[in-house]
Every structure is written in structure tokens, then in C-alpha cells.
């Protein structure tokens, strides 16, 4: 009976981790933690900051060099974390998040994965407590001492999973809850995050590259993902499914992180395959509607009271994607806006704060009666595919190429 001692461990650690403890008020406001945010729903409650941006743009506080790639920030106190490619080597970066200034580096030898666009790290570092969490493009599963980069422990993905490299490679952001590490890449697995030892893996499937999302249903842990097959919902404590609906999308792109409030599962995919939203109900995954209003590509839609704010469209097609404020609810398109291309956003003290394709930061109504821009300033040349970060009145934003600027907002008055 002893092999029941670790079961029984999983199990109550995944019931209890997801209630994740909330930073404080303090702590909150100079840090986001991980991928979307420490809510994980890409909103920042910051709010002392003034929308009179200046005529001649906002102040560029410093800007370094990280290499090629996607990976957004992810920042705590003064370090600042991301990601980039150079020279064939994957380089995790600790920066000072005040100069700019490198205060250490890891880095390994890792392909770009370049297939039709720049290539380059995707996922974006995850923070807990005084560890980091990374996965590189080939699937370098490493945790690292924050404060120094020590290398802890590392797991490949291929090797562990028993899969192959992923078409665009691995993007999947590290998901922290308690004592377990959530992941995907052609499965989705629960590992120790003290050592790295996988608890338990779901059968493979066609890779995804949106991380998962855990969320509690009638009071069990559970995690959902959408891969380049569906939306699946499997349980925290043993990776067993609970449902699955099909939901392939033209080119196996399927790229962004499930929204879930409650009982209900938002996902969108592009290449006109459109968004749906599922209600998780005796067990299985009821379609309430799908349409093609939301066609997300590879940047989540935000979801801000009943309303979502995304891009609709394609990268291919970056002039006619257009900003997006959807129904939670029925589906239904409240408004549209083109110009900034394939971009991204984040919502700040209930404003969205938008980086362009092109590198224009801005400032908007969020607000189902339709679009008000309120202020805007360009921050960087080049393609802009990453969302930014807002921690202290400073934005963090970078490119393709591995610009990563930080510019102030003016203080509130």
C-alpha cells in the first residue's frame, strides 16, 4: 500500500494548489508574474499613471539587445525576465528592470524553428517565490535560481514526452500551481516543480502552443488546453480527461491560452476558423456558440466584465485584422477597429493599452459603446507580435529582432 503515499499527495496537492495564493496589494503592483499576469487574465490593477501622454512621445527610459523571439516579460521587484535567440544559442535574460542592464544569463545551444516567420523563443518566463521557470523552443524545460540563474534541474520535453519537435516548436508559457509545474506540447503533463519529475502525462496529442489554464468545476481541480485537436479538459490531480471537443484549425496553429469564468470556456483560433465559447455541464463540454467575430491568431483576447477585447485575423493579412470587442455571452461583434495590424494589448485601470504590429503603443476606451483612442506614441520599429507589460508606470515592449524597449507613463497628477 505504500505506492498510495505519492497518489494520495498528487491528488490532495492538486486539490488545494489551485486556490493559488493572491499577492499582496503591494507586491502586486511590482510584479507580473507570468504569462498574462499574476491573474493570468492579461489585466494589471495599476492605476497611477496619467492618460495626458506627452505630444512628442513617452520618455524611453533605456532599451538592450535580447535576440531573436516572442517571449514576452515577466518582472518582480527590480529583476526583469524574458526570453531571446542569438547566434543559435537560447538566452534567458535577468535584467535590472530600472537601467536595462544584464545582471546574469543562461543560455544554450537551441534552433531558431524559423518556419515562416522569425523564429525564436515563445514562452514566457513564469516567477515563483525565487525560482524561474522557462521552456525553450526545442522544449528546454529549465528552473533556475531567480536571483542568480543557477541551474536547478532540467527536463526536454521530447525526451520526457516522447514526442517529436513541434512544427512551430514549443511555446507553451510554464503554469505554476503549489508544489505542481502544468505544461503542453503534444501532451499535457503535471510535473514536480522541486525537481522536475513528471506526476502524470496525458496520452499525445497534435501539439498546441497556448498554455493551459487551470480553473476549479463543482469544486475539482481541472485544467483546460486547447491543442491543434481541440479543447480539452482533463483533471489537475491525474491528467485523466474529463471532455474533449474537436477543434482543428487550418495549418495545426492553434495558439492561445483558454479563457474559463466559472463554468464557461472561451477559445479562438485563426485562418477564419473563429471563436467558441463551451459550457463544462454533467461532464461534458456544451458548444454555446461558435463564429468566426474573434479570429485570434496567436495573442489572446482579453476578457474585461462581459466584454472581450482582441485582434481578429491573420499576421498574413495584418492590414485587415482589426482590434475586436466581442459579447462574452452571445458572441456577438460590439465594435471593430483596423490600423494596428496583428497586435496585442493588455487592460490597465480599465483602459486597453495596445502595441501595434508596427510598434505604436496605445491608449483606448475599453467599453462596449465603441472605440475612443486616447493617447498613442510609437516605442519601436520592426514587427511587434509580443504583448507588453505595465509594472510601476513603466511599459515593457519588444520585437521580433530582439529590441526590448522601456518607456514611462507620466505620473498621475
Known sequence: MRWLIPVLLTM???????????????????????????????????????????????????QAAIGTGFSSMSLSGDRLYTMGNVDGREHVWCLDAQTGKVVWKHDYECELVDNLYEGGPGATPTIDGDRLYTLGKEGQLLCMQRHNGELLWRVDLQE??????????????????????????????ALNKR?????????????????????????EPLIASLDCEGLRVVRAADGKEVDMVQ??????????????????????????KGCGLFQLKDGKLEELYANREMRNHFNNSILLGDELYGFDGNSNLGRVVRLTC??????????????????????????????????????????????????????????????????????????????LVCVQLPAKE
Open 326 to 403: 466581442l459579447d462574452f455571452a452571445t458572441g456577438e461583434s460590439r465594435w471593430q477597429q483596423s490600423g494596428f495590424g496583428c497586435g496585442s494589448l493588455i487592460v490597465a485601470n480599465n483602459r486597453l493599452l495596445v502595441l501595434s504590429e508596427g510598434g505604436e503603443l496605445v491608449l483606448a476606451e475599453a467599453s462596449p459603446r465603441g472605440y475612443r483612442e486616447i493617447a498613442r506614441s510609437r516605442v519601436l520599429t520592426g514587427r511587434c507580435w509580443t504583448i507588453p507589460i505595465l509594472v510601476q508606470r513603466n511599459v515593457y515592449a519588444r520585437n521580433a529582432d530582439g529590441d
Open 12 to 62: 490532495l496537492a492538486a486539490d488545494i494548489v489551485l486556490a493559488q495564493a493572491v499577492p499582496t496589494a503591494e507586491a502586486a503592483a511590482r510584479s507580473w508574474s507570468q504569462w498574462l499576469g499574476n491573474g493570468r487574465d492579461g489585466i494589471t490593477r495599476e492605476s497611477g499613471w496619467s492618460e495626458n501622454w506627452p505630444a512628442d512621445g513617452l520618455e524611453k527610459r533605456w
Open 195 to 219: 525537481d522536475g519529475k513528471v506526476i502524470w502525462k496525458t496520452p499525445p496529442h497534435q501539439a498546441g502552443y497556448g498554455s493551459v489554464t487551470p480553473f476549479r468545476w463543482q469544486g
Open 247 to 272: 477543434w482543428p484549425s487550418p495549418f495545426r496553429t492553434n495558439s492561445t491560452t483558454p479563457i474559463v469564468r466559472e463554468d464557461k470556456i472561451f477559445i479562438s483560433s485563426g485562418y477564419n
Open 160 to 189: 520526457a514526452f516522447d514526442v517529436e519537435l513541434p512544427e512551430w516548436g514549443f511555446n507553451a508559457s510554464p503554469v505554476i500551481h503549489g508544489e505542481q509545474l502544468f505544461i503542453q506540447g503534444g501532451r499535457v503533463a
